[in-house]
Protein backbone atom coordinates (compact mmCIF):
# COMPACT_ATOMS: atom_id res chain seq x y z
CA UNK A 1 0.00 0.00 0.00
CA UNK A 2 1.49 2.99 -1.21
CA UNK A 3 2.76 6.01 1.70
CA UNK A 4 0.96 8.43 -0.27
CA UNK A 5 -2.10 7.11 -0.09
CA UNK A 6 -5.44 9.18 1.43
CA UNK A 7 -5.63 8.83 5.42
CA UNK A 8 -8.84 7.80 4.81
CA UNK A 9 -8.13 4.44 2.31
CA UNK A 10 -5.62 3.77 4.85
CA UNK A 11 -8.45 3.67 7.40
CA UNK A 12 -10.51 2.36 5.08
CA UNK A 13 -7.85 -0.30 4.15
CA UNK A 14 -6.93 -1.16 7.38
CA UNK A 15 -10.84 -1.45 8.59
CA UNK A 16 -11.12 -4.02 5.57
CA UNK A 17 -8.05 -6.43 6.75
CA UNK A 18 -9.26 -6.53 10.11
CA UNK A 19 -12.85 -7.53 9.32
CA UNK A 20 -11.65 -9.82 6.50
CA UNK A 21 -9.39 -11.66 9.04
CA UNK A 22 -12.34 -12.43 11.12
CA UNK A 23 -14.06 -13.61 8.15
CA UNK A 24 -11.85 -16.05 6.60
CA UNK A 25 -11.76 -17.51 10.33
CA UNK A 26 -14.85 -17.97 10.52
CA UNK A 27 -15.93 -19.37 6.82
CA UNK A 28 -12.48 -19.86 5.09
CA UNK A 29 -12.15 -18.70 1.94
CA UNK A 30 -15.67 -18.53 0.86
CA UNK A 31 -15.87 -15.29 3.27
CA UNK A 32 -18.25 -13.40 1.60
CA UNK A 33 -16.88 -10.21 0.58
CA UNK A 34 -20.17 -8.64 0.65
CA UNK A 35 -20.36 -9.20 4.22
CA UNK A 36 -16.98 -7.89 4.69
CA UNK A 37 -17.75 -4.17 3.21
CA UNK A 38 -21.08 -4.56 5.48
CA UNK A 39 -18.93 -5.00 8.59
CA UNK A 40 -16.16 -2.49 7.70
CA UNK A 41 -19.07 -0.10 6.65
CA UNK A 42 -17.99 0.59 3.34
CA UNK A 43 -19.11 -0.26 -0.23
CA UNK A 44 -18.56 -3.19 -2.22
CA UNK A 45 -16.26 -1.17 -4.76
CA UNK A 46 -14.21 0.37 -2.04
CA UNK A 47 -13.38 -3.55 -0.83
CA UNK A 48 -12.80 -4.69 -4.67
CA UNK A 49 -10.88 -1.12 -5.07
CA UNK A 50 -8.07 -2.77 -2.46
CA UNK A 51 -8.43 -6.43 -2.87
CA UNK A 52 -9.86 -6.54 -6.76
CA UNK A 53 -10.17 -10.57 -6.42
CA UNK A 54 -10.35 -12.79 -3.36
CA UNK A 55 -7.20 -14.57 -3.54
CA UNK A 56 -5.97 -11.19 -3.46
CA UNK A 57 -7.98 -10.56 -0.11
CA UNK A 58 -7.15 -14.16 1.28
CA UNK A 59 -3.11 -13.05 0.37
CA UNK A 60 -3.44 -10.37 2.25
CA UNK A 61 -4.89 -12.05 5.04
CA UNK A 62 -2.53 -14.83 5.27
CA UNK A 63 0.51 -12.56 4.76
CA UNK A 64 1.52 -12.71 8.39
CA UNK A 65 1.13 -16.11 8.66
CA UNK A 66 2.93 -16.65 5.77
CA UNK A 67 5.86 -14.70 7.01
CA UNK A 68 6.17 -16.92 10.16
CA UNK A 69 6.08 -19.78 8.15
CA UNK A 70 9.37 -18.49 6.39
CA UNK A 71 10.77 -17.03 9.67
CA UNK A 72 10.12 -20.82 10.75
CA UNK A 73 12.03 -22.07 7.67
CA UNK A 74 15.18 -20.05 8.01
CA UNK A 75 15.43 -21.23 12.10
CA UNK A 76 15.56 -24.32 10.37
CA UNK A 77 17.76 -24.46 7.62
CA UNK A 78 20.72 -25.66 9.51
CA UNK A 79 18.96 -27.63 12.04
CA UNK A 80 20.54 -30.95 12.48
CA UNK A 81 18.85 -33.72 10.21
CA UNK A 82 17.35 -32.25 7.30
CA UNK A 83 14.69 -34.84 6.77
CA UNK A 84 13.87 -33.69 10.42
CA UNK A 85 14.40 -30.05 9.81
CA UNK A 86 12.01 -30.42 6.67
CA UNK A 87 9.13 -32.62 8.11
CA UNK A 88 8.96 -30.50 11.30
CA UNK A 89 8.54 -27.52 8.97
CA UNK A 90 6.00 -28.82 6.62
CA UNK A 91 4.01 -29.93 9.32
CA UNK A 92 4.10 -26.06 10.78
CA UNK A 93 2.78 -25.25 7.57
CA UNK A 94 -0.24 -28.23 7.92
CA UNK A 95 -0.92 -26.66 11.69
CA UNK A 96 -1.35 -23.00 9.76
CA UNK A 97 -3.30 -24.01 7.26
CA UNK A 98 -6.14 -25.87 9.37
CA UNK A 99 -5.59 -23.76 12.11
CA UNK A 100 -5.68 -20.51 10.00
CA UNK A 101 -8.94 -21.03 7.49
CA UNK A 102 -8.61 -19.81 4.18
CA UNK A 103 -4.23 -20.16 3.96
CA UNK A 104 -4.58 -22.88 2.34
CA UNK A 105 -6.59 -21.55 -0.26
CA UNK A 106 -4.38 -18.78 -0.71
CA UNK A 107 -1.88 -20.65 -1.00
CA UNK A 108 -3.49 -22.83 -3.94
CA UNK A 109 -3.20 -21.41 -7.60
CA UNK A 110 -5.94 -22.11 -10.15
CA UNK A 111 -6.01 -22.06 -13.92
CA UNK A 112 -5.79 -17.91 -13.43
CA UNK A 113 -2.83 -18.15 -11.81
CA UNK A 114 -0.64 -20.41 -14.09
CA UNK A 115 2.41 -19.99 -11.96
CA UNK A 116 3.51 -19.88 -8.22
CA UNK A 117 5.19 -17.06 -8.65
CA UNK A 118 2.03 -15.02 -9.71
CA UNK A 119 1.10 -15.87 -5.89
CA UNK A 120 2.86 -13.87 -3.72
CA UNK A 121 1.78 -16.22 -0.57
CA UNK A 122 2.33 -19.22 -2.21
CA UNK A 123 6.07 -17.80 -3.63
CA UNK A 124 7.18 -17.10 -0.55
CA UNK A 125 6.07 -20.73 1.56
CA UNK A 126 7.61 -22.11 -2.23
CA UNK A 127 11.00 -20.16 -1.34
CA UNK A 128 11.23 -20.57 2.06
CA UNK A 129 10.91 -24.14 2.07
CA UNK A 130 13.25 -24.96 -0.96
CA UNK A 131 16.73 -24.60 1.08
CA UNK A 132 15.19 -27.01 3.64
CA UNK A 133 14.53 -29.23 0.99
CA UNK A 134 17.28 -29.05 -1.52
CA UNK A 135 19.26 -30.06 1.76
CA UNK A 136 17.40 -33.16 2.45
CA UNK A 137 17.58 -34.33 -1.47
CA UNK A 138 21.07 -33.53 -1.12
CA UNK A 139 21.97 -35.56 2.23
CA UNK A 140 19.79 -38.39 0.22
CA UNK A 141 16.67 -38.19 3.12
CA UNK A 142 14.37 -36.96 0.29
CA UNK A 143 13.76 -39.05 -3.21
CA UNK A 144 15.45 -36.36 -5.99
CA UNK A 145 12.27 -35.89 -7.77
CA UNK A 146 10.13 -34.51 -5.36
CA UNK A 147 9.69 -30.79 -5.43
CA UNK A 148 8.12 -28.55 -2.84
CA UNK A 149 5.38 -27.95 -5.13
CA UNK A 150 4.73 -31.40 -4.68
CA UNK A 151 4.86 -30.91 -1.14
CA UNK A 152 3.14 -28.07 -0.90
CA UNK A 153 0.07 -28.89 -2.84
CA UNK A 154 0.37 -32.20 -0.53
CA UNK A 155 -0.40 -30.39 2.29
CA UNK A 156 -2.97 -28.07 0.33
CA UNK A 157 -5.04 -31.21 -0.50
CA UNK A 158 -5.10 -32.91 2.94
CA UNK A 159 -6.02 -29.17 4.63
CA UNK A 160 -8.76 -28.73 2.39
CA UNK A 161 -9.86 -32.75 2.76
CA UNK A 162 -10.29 -31.95 6.51
CA UNK A 163 -11.07 -28.28 7.02
CA UNK A 164 -14.78 -29.29 7.97
CA UNK A 165 -14.43 -31.46 10.74
CA UNK A 166 -15.03 -30.55 13.96
CA UNK A 167 -11.24 -30.56 14.72
CA UNK A 168 -9.18 -30.87 11.74
CA UNK A 169 -6.01 -30.65 12.76
CA UNK A 170 -5.47 -34.49 14.24
CA UNK A 171 -6.82 -36.10 11.25
CA UNK A 172 -4.89 -33.32 9.02
CA UNK A 173 -1.64 -34.52 10.57
CA UNK A 174 -2.49 -38.18 10.73
CA UNK A 175 -2.70 -38.12 7.00
CA UNK A 176 0.48 -35.71 6.35
CA UNK A 177 2.68 -38.20 8.80
CA UNK A 178 0.92 -41.13 6.35
CA UNK A 179 1.56 -39.52 3.26
CA UNK A 180 5.41 -38.97 4.26
CA UNK A 181 6.10 -42.41 5.87
CA UNK A 182 4.26 -44.16 3.40
CA UNK A 183 2.08 -47.44 3.78
CA UNK A 184 4.83 -49.92 4.68
CA UNK A 185 4.97 -51.20 8.18
CA UNK A 186 7.73 -49.96 10.06
CA UNK A 187 9.61 -52.47 10.59
Not at 20 to 33: D, P, Q, Y
Not at 49 to 65: D, I, M, N, Q, W
Not at 146 to 157: E, K, R
Request: charged letters at 25%; glycine letters at 6%; one cysteine or more.
Amino acid sequence: MPDQQRADARRNYARILAVAEAEVATHGAAASLEQIARTAEVGSATVRRHFPTRRALLEAVSKGRVEVLRGRAHELTDAGDSRTALLEWLGDVVTYCVTARGLAAALSYDDTTDSVHENSCAATIHEAGEPLLRRAIRDGAVAPDVTIADLITLIIGITLATETLPDPAPRAHHLFRLATAGLSPRG
